[in-house]
């Protein structure tokens, strides 16, 4: 079907359902919860996990206990274990439980970084680059990232070259992953191929991964104008989890067993299971209590027949 | 954004939430309902509605008043109104409600036809090709359709050659638009672009549209992959209908709204209002009591600033 070059054969999907889509539910997993939730992933295959974040855990309860993940899990074999961290005070604790990546980002848009992160986007900016220089003179892996890059509900869309300026001073630190992100869920398959084009021109060398929001229903569709722009690094997380909860139909991330079957459907190698994959969604749905967006556990349960695996 | 040529710069847009949306509904729309439903489609700028098919009223009462809706409607004025036909009767109830545009498809799976339409898929095609002419000798205008055309759930893969053998066919009856369906939502967006590329040079000169299901979530990712490959006829269904209603997470058609918000938003034109469009949603979702999958109307209800339209 495809006559893509071997080495393009095959993508990364990290999978952030323990951070980006638990920080949104209302109810708590148990650390329990997470760790079992986490090997479901492991064992299905995903290769770099983002297990949670270090922010005030009386802003974000839900993710209070992630040292202590961290702490309960083999870091020595197994996927790469991120985590996300903020300030000064989440380097503290990435270094203290030894997560070896992490990533930092900053919003693009003055607007949503005012309202999201209490600063003006350069002061923000300018912050992120000093934490990123010393989380990598401390050795960790960092992925450095950019928000709203592709529209902001307060500012509509966002010039490019602003992206690429801010990008750039990420990449002076020494960062070489770079994650773009449509928070918004506003981003087309136009725009994604125009970015990712003019990014990769700018920044030879440096690895660019994509964070697609479906809110408009434009996930997939992004990642694959992606993909075919040359990118191989997408975020995306388990049953399409995120979004807003208390917003009813909004929408959350890529899901992840929807990728993995829309990359496998194309003959591009993912490395997971689909089937586990969505074993994994199963166990997301019975302890929330609601079936989440991603498709392919409904697909699988109907025993339609799915030949790409 | 874009920096296509002006004549790629708008696609047609099919609604087809009367028949393919309705005739999967249990609860049955009344005339006055069809009716008012059709209006809100015409005013939101739809050029083209399949408002019905001509089948047995036993087999399908959802489509039972297909003849009576289409005398209703002032076919001189407003989008080009279709209909689906599938043998000798139909077409004789097409004539004589003197609806101008008909769609008539057959299944390239030959378990699938067997299944769905109770004879072989060499046998369909055949009594299709001689229902076509005469269609055409009828004056009527026609779009002739291929069922299963990326995947079958008995079959698996279909070939790329047996699908080109029987659009040949169906191109030697006179037919000039082509609509190629993934009834399965198996379609991937490398399998749309090579299908789309080969069909376009084997039959210059020949309209392909695509039909494509939303299973698996690839709706308007196959979508924006068949644009690109030059497609510009696409159906979809207001607010996502069809699929079946009986089976929880199932999926339809793509939705109209998303479509539209999609093509806007690379500055592609539909002709079609975002906002009518979700009304129109609207009025499916209090006739039919439950919230359709389509995503433009909850992002519009809850005032998320869309910038592209």
């Known amino acids: ?6 080495t393009d054969s095959q993508v990364l999907l990290e999978d952030e359902a323990l951070r980006d889509g638990l920080q949104m539910e209302s109810r708590i997993f148990s650390l329990e919860q997470k760790l079992q939730f986490f090997r479901m992933l492991q064992d299905a295959g995903i290769k770099r996990i983002q297990v949670g974040s270090f ?33 000064d005070k989440g380097l503290e604790r990435a270094l203290k439980c030894a997560v ?8 693009v848009s003055d607007t949503h970084s005012r309202k999201n992160a209490h600063r003006p986007a350069a002061e923000a900016l300018a912050s992120m680059t000093r934490l990123i220089r010393q989380a990598l ?3 960790l892996d960092v992925r450095a990232g950019l928000q709203c890059v592709f529209g902001c509900v307060y500012e509509g869309r966002i010039s490019e070259n602003a992206v690429l300026r801010a990008a750039d001073k990420l990449i002076a630190t020494g960062a070489t992953e770079i994650n773009l992100a449509d928070t918004t869920g506003m981003a087309s398959p136009d725009a994604i ?10 920044f030879p060398g440096i690895t660019v991964s994509l964070h697609l929001h479906d809110t408009r229903g434009l996930g997939l569709a992004n990642m694959f104008s992606g993909y075919d722009a040359g990118v191989r690094s997408f975020d995306v997380c388990t049953g399409g989890l995120g979004g807003c909860p208390f917003v009813k139909g ?10 993995v079957n829309m990359f496998e459907s194309m003959g591009i190698k993912t490395g997971i299971d689909l089937k586990a994959t969505c074993q994994a969604v199963a166990f997301l749905e019975k302890v929330l ?13 109907n025993q339609q027949v799915c030949t790409w695996q």
Chains 1, 2 share one sequence.
């Not at 191929?193 to 700018?202: A, D």
């Not at 079936?291 to 699988?300: A, E, F, I, N, T």
């Open 100 to 107: 070896p990546h992490v990533s930092m980002s900053v919003s």
């Open 193 to 202: 191929r125009h970015m990712v084009h003019r990014f990769r021109q700018e």
């Open 289 to 301: 209590g609601r079936v989440l967006p991603g498709r392919m556990k409904r697909v699988l349960d």
């Open 137 to 139: 003179e401390s050795g």
């Open 250 to 259: 909004a929408a959350g991330n890529v899901p992840t067993e929807d990728a």
């Open 1 to 6: 079907m495809t006559n893509r070059v071997e």
């Open 55 to 87: 922010v005030h855990p009386k802003i974000v309860p839900q993710m209070a206990d992630t040292d202590e993940l961290i702490r309960a899990i083999d870091l020595q074999r197994g996927p790469v274990v991120s985590a996300l961290i903020l300030n």
